[in-house]
Each structure stands twice: as C-alpha cells, then as structure tokens.
T-cell receptor
Framework: AQKITQTQPGMFVQEKEAVTLDCTYD???????LFWYKQPSSGEMIFLIY??????QNATEGRYSLNFQKARKSANLVISASQLGDSAMYFC?????????????FGSGTRLLVRP | DAGVIQSPRHEVTEMGQEVTLRCKPI?????LFWYRQTMMRGLELLIY????????DSGMPEDRFSAKMPNASFSTLKIQPSEPRDSAVYFC???????????FGDGTRLSIL
C-alpha cells in the first residue's frame, strides 16, 4: 500500500491566487513527521515546511502553510499568493516510527504550473 | 554555510564501467542519505548512515551497488559494473535530527550508455 499519496499529478493556478496541494499518508505510528519539498526544473530539492504528529498548530513558513488534519491523515500544502517562481514539482514526504528513525518516504509528486 | 556538495554533477559512461559518486554532507549533520530519482520509480532511498554507520541499505538495488562513509565529511556510492538501467539522478542528503529537514545536494545526473 502507498504510504504517501499525492493524487494530483499536475495543477494550474493563476498568479497571485492561493493553491492547495493534497497529500494523504498511511501510518499506524503515533510519532511521525511530514515534510514538503519543492523541485524546480533545475533539479534541486528544496525543503519547504515540516509538521510533527504531536504539533497542535499547523506549520507555517512565509507563504507556505500546512493544513494538517490528523484524523483524516492529510497534510496538504497551501501556497498563498502564487508567484511564477512557484512553478515546480512538489513532494510530500513522511518520517514514521520512533524518533531515531530518519528514513523519509516520498510521494509521487504534484507538478504545479503558475499562469501569469 | 555550505550545503551538501555532490560530485560530479553529470556523468556519462559506458555500460560495464565503474562509477563513483561523491558526497560531502553539511558540517555537523550526523546522518547521510543516498537517493535515486527516476521518472518510473520517483525518489527512492537507497541507503542511509547515522554517525558514519550504515543503518538501512534495504533500498540498494543489488550487489553492484555499494556505499561507504569513511568519516563524517565524506561518502561514496559506487556502481560496478554499471548498466543502462542505472541511469538516473542520484541525490545525497544530510540532516542533524529526525525532526529536522534533510538537506539535499544538487544531484548527479548519471547516464549509462
């Protein structure tokens, strides 16, 4: 079974609008962490935001926020005020297990295209 | 601060040749990861090290692949002999904690002809 599911292979958004990228996860562990990465066409992987399973507040980093719904096992990324430079692949990833486990499992990604 | 440094950035070689990919993690990071990215399989973890010790190598495809971390500032991923299906982008990443982000290098784009 897929541990991380990103159901949107591709999305469009108009510049300056907000967009939500979906991510659902599957784990039976109580302690886990969720990460989002951006991969522009140049290929590098850029860390965006992190949410721990025990964090009560949704994580925010500038224009990025994570809509964490634990009961639904979803960790959607919200990008506000989209910019042309946001066009990229976005990957959701999960670290599961005890705190000493560093292994990340990545989803298949969502390609976002921002229209001018 | 310098990020994760990988070399070479690009490698093109013929089938059967030995390939060595190199990685310098961020100073102070005690965990290092090797990933492979392809269109078909996405991002796959090959192996990771904690404090220079291999912890999980279950993602290493087969015996042709080997990885070492002789010290805290250097790791290699070796493929011998290489095959066309090994063509991919190989990323190295490092982190200082399980709840900390993994920082990725720019990757090595490997093409096996």
């Amino acid at each position: 079974a897929q541990k991380i599911t990103q159901t949107q292979p591709g999305m469009f958004v108009q510049e300056k609008e907000a967009v939500t990228l979906d991510c659902t996860y599957d784990t039976s562990d109580q302690s886990y962490g969720l990460f989002w990465y951006k991969q522009p066409s140049s290929g590098e992987m850029i860390f965006l935001i992190y949410q721990g399973s025990y964090d009560e507040q949704n994580a925010t980093e500038g224009r990025y926020s994570l809509n964490f719904q634990k009961a639904r096992k979803s960790a959607n990324l919200v990008i506000s005020a989209s910019q042309l430079g946001d066009s990229a692949m976005y990957f959701c990833a999960m670290r599961e297990g005890v705190d000493s486990s560093y292994k990340l499992i990545f989803g298949s990604g969502t390609r976002l295209l921002v229209r001018p | 601060d310098a990020g994760v440094i990988q070399s070479p950035r690009h490698e093109v070689t013929e089938m059967g040749q030995e390939v060595t990919l190199r990685c310098k993690p961020i100073s102070g990071h005690n965990s290092l990861f090797w990933y492979r990215q392809t269109m078909m399989r996405g991002l796959e973890l090959l192996i990771y090290f904690n404090n220079n010790v291999p912890i999980d190598d279950s993602g290493m495809p087969e015996d042709r692949f080997s990885a070492k971390m002789p010290n805290a500032s250097f790791s290699t991923l070796k493929i011998q002999p290489s095959e066309p299906r090994d063509s991919a982008v190989y990323f190295c990443a490092s982190t200082k904690g399980s709840n900390q982000p993994q920082h990725f290098g720019d990757g090595t784009r490997l093409s096996i002809l």
